[in-house]
């Protein structure tokens, strides 16, 4: 595990004013966290803003799978050859790039030449905007160490009473690691706007009850067929289908990163969206 000295100085590199780095967390699995972290990705992507994905899942790579692309290689195999990291980052456009990470049971047992040369490679997240790291389900002592890195963490949950609780599980050790961690919270799969607020209250009052740790609601993500028809693709849902009630309720998300706000749907669109869906659901 990395010492608190060397997590302090790797804060210090990687948290620049110029670039911003969340770190997009769930309390539990199955939530729908890499989708999120993914389409956000997408969606600031093509705001003309320049950003990075580095997905440290363990062992998996579901960042390249929804892409449709797999990666030449890792962080970490890059760190253990002393390569530089350009040659693990996948470019899905121009202004969209990802990296996967590698077992990140060996990322959080870096040595400190490990970290020394992590440290004059990631000078290369300058020239991003936003720098999305997709952390695996839960968190402990050893993954702290890269949440707290960060600027702030997304955390996604749904309305499942499980998924609250694990949530809050999550705010209760980031409270403890990091207690100066601004927590934003997107509630995924809701049904409507008053599921998600509703969700978001349950969380935000036991946090601030039994912690005093305040809380902010960033938006929330309806139930939609488009998503699921884009995993079956694999392809972003916001890249699928930019009309559906989803992408929509996704571009409200980036407007509290970007400040661009969202045009409200016209009747025409309203109405050929509602059209759209009822072909869908009669198929």
């Known amino acids: 595990m990395m010492r608190e000295d060397q997590a302090r ?25 890499t989708n999120v972290a993914v389409n956000l990705g ?29 990666s030449k290689s890792s962080l970490m195999e890059c760190v253990k050859r002393r390569e530089s990291l350009q040659h693990a980052i996948v470019e899905q456009s121009p202004s969209l790039h990802f990296i996967h990470g590698g077992g990140f049971a060996e990322l959080t047992n870096l040595t400190k030449e490990d970290v020394m040369f992590l440290l004059q490679e990631f000078q290369f997240f300058y020239e991003y905007d936003y720098v999305l790291l997709d952390l695996g389900a839960g968190a402990n002592h050893q993954t702290f160490d890269f949440i707290s890195s960060a600027d702030e963490a997304w955390l996604i949950v749904t309305p499942e009473p499980t998924s609250i609780m694990d949530g809050y599980a999550f705010v209760k050790l980031a409270h403890h690691h990091a207690t100066d961690l601004p927590i934003s919270v997107v509630v995924n799969r809701a049904t409507n706007g008053g599921e998600a607020l509703e969700t978001f209250d349950r969380l935000a009052l036991v946090s601030q009850q039994f912690l005093q740790k305040p809380l902010r609601f960033t938006g929330f993500l309806p139930e939609d067929p488009t998503v699921v028809k884009a995993v079956k693709a694999q392809m972003p849902f916001y890249l699928m289908d930019r009309t559906s009630d989803v992408s929509w309720r996704l571009d409200h998300i980036t407007t509290s990163l970007t400040g661009v706000q969202v045009k409200e749907r016209k009747f025409l669109d309203r109405l050929l969206h509602r059209l759209k869906k009822r072909k869908d659901h009669v198929r």
């Open 42 to 70: 997408v969606a600031l992507s093509l705001q003309e803003k320049r950003v990075l994905l580095i997905d440290l899942d363990i062992g998996m790579a579901n960042i390249g799978i929804l892409f449709g692309k797999s």
């Open 9 to 33: 100085v790797l804060r210090s590199k990687v948290t620049v004013k110029e670039t911003k780095t969340i770190a997009i967390v769930s309390g539990k699995g199955g939530v729908g966290k």
